[in-house]
T-cell receptor
Framework: DAGVTQSPTHLIKTRGQHVTLRCSPI?????VSWYQQVLGQGPQFIFQ???????GRGNFPDRFSARQFPNYSSELNVNALLLGDSALYLC???????????FGPGTRLTVL | EDQVTQSPEALRLQEGESSSLNCSYT??????LFWYRQDPGKGPEFLFT???AGEEKEKERLKATLTKKESFLHITAPKPEDSATYLC???????????FGKGTKLSVKP
């Protein structure tokens, strides 16, 4: 079975632009979570969705938004990009909202 | 505030030299503690889930244990391919999100 997939793999944007990152969960998983990981730190929680509803939101500004589609895939959107948004963005899927989370390979975002 | 602290930050071992990584946590209502392995530039790879004090899980050269305040990841006779960053995370209360420590970077030299 395919694991969690994310696209694109790498992305370079300039300050002020907008970006959309995509994630497809493991088949049968109904929950998707998004994390931001900067170099040398552990992943920081951004959002969790379960059955297309937002179940949790981390301490990130309103420039960050997300949604989950009927097929359980998800998008993370970031508006008005700042240099500090440069990071590895990780998507994780789980069967339900409280189970083990399995991570995708991540999207490396660089903001110039 | 829920918090996870991992030590040491970095650990260098010779091949075959066993050691332990520590993860201490302060959370309200622990639901589960998770260990992940992360290679540079890649997503974390799931290793173990522990739910209650006294629980132990094993996989090849790795063994994870849990007490009421901390967890240990024991590495027995490590090999160079065990070199990676090991992340500890907790899930607490009614929230499904994971709270991560900063990780321990393990280097195993041949």
């Amino acid at each position: 079975d395919a694991g969690v997939t994310q696209s694109p793999t790498h992305l370079i944007k300039t300050r002020g632009q907008h970006v959309t990152l995509r994630c497809s969960p493991i088949s049968g998983h109904k929950s998707v979570s998004w994390y931001q990981q900067v170099l040398g730190q552990g992943p920081q929680f951004i959002f969790q969705y379960y059955e297309k509803e937002e179940r949790g939101r981390g301490n990130f500004p309103d420039r960050f938004s997300a949604r989950q589609f009927p097929n359980y895939s998800s998008e993370l959107n970031v508006n008005a990009l700042l240099l500090g948004d440069s990071a590895l963005y990780l998507c994780a899927s789980s069967l339900y909202s409280m189970n083990e989370q399995f991570f995708g390979p991540g999207t490396r975002l660089t903001v110039l | 505030e829920d918090q996870v602290t991992q030590s040491p930050e970095a650990l260098r071992l010779q091949e075959g030299e066993s050691s332990s990584l520590n993860c201490s946590y302060t959370v309200s209502g622990l639901r589960g503690l998770f260990w992940y392995r992360q290679d540079p530039g890649k997503g974390p790879e799931f290793l173990f889930t522990l739910y209650s004090a006294g629980e132990e899980k094993e996989k090849e050269r790795l063994k994870a244990t849990l007490t009421k305040k901390e967890s240990f990841l024991h590495i027995t006779a490590p090999k160079p391919e065990d070199s990676a960053t090991y992340l500890c995370a907790v899930q607490a209360g009614s929230q499904g999100n994971l709270i991560f420590g900063k990780g321990t970077k393990l280097s195993v030299k041949p």
